[in-house]
Structure formats: structure tokens, C-alpha cells
């Protein structure tokens, strides 16, 4: 018996000297493959909080990420693009010309998709605007659906999915996906 209390403790430290070597390892290598994305100008202030589940390729140099962040990068760019035209631009004509914003229906909303509000459009005008909002959509990738369609949640940058009422009109803005 006194010979079990000396091995006991003996052998609880071989079996773990091995758990403890692999745990150390693993730590070491995640640590070691980390990646980060680079960071956003300090003057563009924080990345919106809240976003969409969808996961595209983003402007620059900034990886993937949601359309949120996507539309939040292009809208601080433009704010660069335009602060930095203004810097050129002489103070007496600075006023004169800036930019011309696209022209605006009843809604205030943009006259192409995906800025124009689609809803109460019948499907196939909605599919029409959506092809002239985005020439880099096929035809075939835009689907008109009932508004209680089963669909998958994956996510295709190709693809627009158009939910219509019993009416055959839009009831929910379409996005890629």
C-alpha cells in the first residue's frame, strides 16, 4: 500500500507531461498563424457595429467582409475622395462645383437598384431593374419567389432573389445573395 501512495503521484505526472507539452504547442502555433486585417484610417472614426450576414470581397485592401462594411468603406472613400478634391480646387470655385448626386424619385431614393426602392413593383419589373442597377448579373441568377419561399442561407455575390406577394409585387427590397 505504501508503495501505490509513492507511484500514484509519479504516474499522474508522466500522464500529464505529455497534455501539458501539446497544449503549450498548440498555444504557441495559434498564436503564431493569426491574421489581421488592415486598419481603417483613425478619421473614418469606427466600422459600423451592426451588420449583415453575407460575406463579400471589400474595397482596397481591407479583405472580405459584410455589405455593410462594404457600403461604410465606399462611403468614407468617396468623403476622402471629395475632401481631397476640394484641398485642389481654389476656394472661389470650390462652392460652384461639387459633386451632382443622382437625380431622386418621389421615395428620395436613387433611380438605380439597389439604392431604388423596389417594393410594389410587379416581379418582372423589379428583375428588370435590378439587371440595369448591376450588369454584372445574369439573367438566369435572379429568381422571383413567393414572399413564404423556402430558400437556402448560403450566400452568392451573382445572386438576387425577388419575393413577391400573392399579387405578383415586390413585398421586401431584394440584395445579393
Not at 93 to 100: G, M, P, V
Amino acid at each position: 500500500m505504501t508503495a501505490t501512495r509513492l507511484l500514484t503521484p509519479f504516474l499522474t505526472l508522466l500522464l500529464l507531461i505529455p497534455f501539458t507539452l501539446t497544449t503549450i504547442t498548440l498555444a504557441s502555433e495559434v498564436t503564431t498563424n493569426t491574421y489581421t486585417l488592415p486598419a481603417y484610417p483613425a478619421h473614418w472614426g469606427p466600422p459600423p457595429h451592426a451588420q449583415t450576414r453575407d460575406f463579400i470581397l471589400l474595397p482596397g485592401e481591407y479583405g472580405r467582409g459584410s455589405s455593410t462594411l462594404r457600403h461604410w468603406i465606399l462611403e468614407k472613400m468617396a468623403e476622402d475622395d471629395l475632401a481631397a478634391g476640394a484641398d485642389d480646387v481654389p476656394a472661389s470655385t470650390a462652392t460652384a462645383t461639387t459633386k451632382k448626386s443622382a437625380p431622386l424619385n418621389e421615395n428620395n431614393s436613387a433611380l438605380s437598384w439597389p439604392d431604388k426602392n423596389l417594393v410594389g413593383m410587379t416581379g418582372d419589373e423589379a428583375k428588370v431593374a435590378v439587371l440595369a442597377g448591376n450588369t454584372e448579373l445574369l439573367s438566369e441568377n435572379i429568381q422571383i419567389l413567393p414572399s413564404d419561399a423556402m430558400v437556402t442561407m448560403d450566400f452568392r455575390e451573382d445572386r438576387v432573389r425577388i419575393f413577391v406577394g400573392e399579387d405578383g409585387n415586390v413585398v421586401r427590397q431584394p440584395n445579393l445573395g
